[in-house]
Nanobody, 122 residues
Framework: QVQLVESGGGLVQAGGSLRLSCAAS????????MGWYRQAPGKQRELVAT???????NYASSVKGRFTISRDNAKNTVDLQMNSLKPEDTAVYYC????????????????WGQGTQVTVSS
């Protein structure tokens, strides 16, 4: 059993900052790519940022320069530092991870957290 648990969401004024954290736990052999996605009311879930095991990052154009994704491979955690927040960043933020549960796994499975609400007031 694998769990991804997010924390750090909340209410912040425009221009403020929040830091989201996500920890993967359970039967894990190795975690490959990790990422953050978000879903605003009435909209589809969209990619925010991803990071490979080696640290290569990818950002949505809407957050580039404002958000920073980082990870700790030893702890199986991924963080998202969000600065200069805008009302349009309001959404439920989900972390995900591509991981192998055993050394004998031939392919990875993708797991999702339960989501954490981020609300940015104008």
């Amino acid at each position: 059993q694998v769990q991804l648990v997010e924390s750090g969401g909340g209410l912040v004024q425009a221009g403020g900052s929040l830091r989201l954290s996500c920890a993967a736990s359970g039967s894990i052999f190795r975690v490959d790519a990790m990422g953050w996605y978000r879903q605003a009311p009435g909209k589809q879930r969209e990619l925010v940022a991803t990071i490979t095991r080696s640290g290569s990052t990818n950002y949505a154009s809407s957050v580039k320069g404002r958000f920073t994704i980082s990870r700790d491979n030893a702890k199986n955690t991924v963080d998202l530092q969000m600065n200069s927040l805008k009302p349009e960043d309001t959404a439920v933020y989900y972390c995900n991870a591509d991981l192998y549960t055993t050394r004998f796994s031939s392919s990875f499975n993708t797991y999702w957290g339960q989501g954490t609400q981020v609300t940015v007031s104008s």
